[in-house]
């Protein structure tokens, strides 16, 4: 801890065990530091992997990850939280506002409180505003490698935010389902009322 408040840290490389322990002290750095943190564990043990990233950690990796894989792990990392900090500070959809500095939400004048791996997934789709994101990618940049063919994840976390974001969430306006490649978070349309023109026609009898 006084190495991380006296060194300035880019990225934070977590080995852990399956104790209650490992998972407290990594919610202690998480909370007084906003630096990613990649874990390192044993991948077998699926509920602790889970825990770790809807904690908030950036990835979670396995002990036996070879070193050349972790490298490039820590080097896309790294690329995309040099990304973020020259995006804009905010994307706007609809009544929704992501604040990508506060990692905070709104829709409308009220703050959604979202999980870390909910901030995750809509932040990801966010910054893909418009374009269809697949499920494997989804997947990757949110979970993690290991997890690209956890769709059950997805579809899970994805009704989480409907639930939170949408207005009738049976009905998604946003966050659409793009049938048999992944999800897409749009502009919400003003339903538009149809107009029907009646049309009266007369027949005139011969003569």
């Not at 770790?52 to 979670?60: C, M, R, V, W």
């Not at 207005?167 to 149809?194: C, F, H, I, Q």
């Amino acid at each position: 801890m006084r190495s991380l408040m006296t060194h300035d840290v880019s990225l934070i490389l977590l080995d852990v065990d399956a104790s209650e322990e490992s998972l407290e002290f990594f919610d202690i750095l998480h909370d007084v530091s906003d630096v990613p943190v990649i874990v390192r564990g044993v991948m077998a043990d699926t509920d602790n992997v889970v825990s770790y990233l809807e904690s908030g950690a950036a990835d979670f990796v396995g002990r036996t990850t070879t070193l050349p894989v972790l490298a490039a792990k820590i080097q896309s990392l790294l690329r995309s939280v040099q990304s973020n900090g020259s995006v804009a500070g905010s994307i706007e959809v609809g009544e929704v506002s992501i604040d990508l500095r506060s990692r905070t939400v709104t829709k409308g004048a009220e703050e959604v409180s979202l999980t870390p791996l909910e901030y995750r997934l809509l932040k990801e789709l966010a910054t893909n505003k418009g374009r269809p994101c697949s499920h494997k990618d989804l997947l990757k940049s949110v979970w993690g490698e290991d997890f690209t063919n956890c769709s059950h994840y997805l579809r899970l976390y994805v009704g989480y935010l409907r639930q939170k974001l949408e207005d009738n969430p049976r009905r998604p306006r946003m966050l659409l389902t793009e049938w048999g490649y992944g999800y897409r978070l749009v502009e919400p349309k003003t339903a538009s009322r149809r107009v029907r023109t009646r049309v009266s026609l007369r027949l005139a009898s011969p003569g």
